[in-house]
């Protein structure tokens, strides 16, 4: 049995220093999820401030929990498009706003969260089995991914009603 039970939805304003962060999440439950996992997690990254400016730096299980096997960042993004829009068996990854701003929507088949990324000192944790789509850039938004394992075409999941699938007989 696989029923909602509610849906609640919140905006939460994080004041971080010069950024106004705004995580937007709508929830939903299910009787069989008591415990369902977190479909993604604000992390803060290390920062230094000096009289020159601002440094923001990740580390391989430093701040970021897996060992960085892969980096691409994304931008130029035409307003109106949408990138993302697939999940993966094994990758994790860590998604920052390094400029700009942009919004994250995941789905783990049970719940769904979306972030309004727009902080260079912080990322967005990504489990392995979540749906992704990135929407909304920002003019001149670039996003930074960090991930946990090296590109494979196997480990992605194109289309919604195979992840939905996929998730439930894994």
């Given at each position: 049995r696989n029923s909602q039970l509610s849906t609640m939805s919140t905006v939460n304003n994080v004041n971080n220093g010069n950024c106004q962060q705004w995580q937007l999440l709508t929830v939903s439950f299910s009787v069989l999820s008591?415990?369902?996992k977190e479909i993604g997690k604000i992390i803060d990254l290390s920062q230094k401030q000096t009289d020159e400016g601002l440094c923001?730096?990740?580390e391989s299980l430093v701040g970021v929990p897996f060992d960085i096997k892969r980096a691409y960042w994304i931008y130029d993004?035409?307003?109106g498009e949408s990138r993302g829009g697939?999940?993966?068996k094994r990758l994790r990854q860590v998604i920052i706003?390094?400029?700009g701003s942009f919004i994250v929507n995941?789905?783990?088949?049970?719940?769904k969260k979306q972030y309004l990324l727009d902080c260079p000192d912080k990322g967005l944790l990504?489990?392995?089995?979540?749906?992704r789509t990135l929407d909304d850039f920002s003019e001149g938004a670039v996003c930074l991914v960090l991930a946990s394992e090296?590109?494979?075409p196997d480990d992605y999941l194109y289309d919604y009603n195979d992840f939905i699938e996929y998730i439930h007989h894994v």
């Open positions: 008591n415990k369902m923001t730096h990740v993004v035409p307003k697939h999940a993966h706003a390094v400029k995941l789905d783990d088949g049970h719940q990504i489990d392995t089995k979540i749906w090296l590109y494979d």
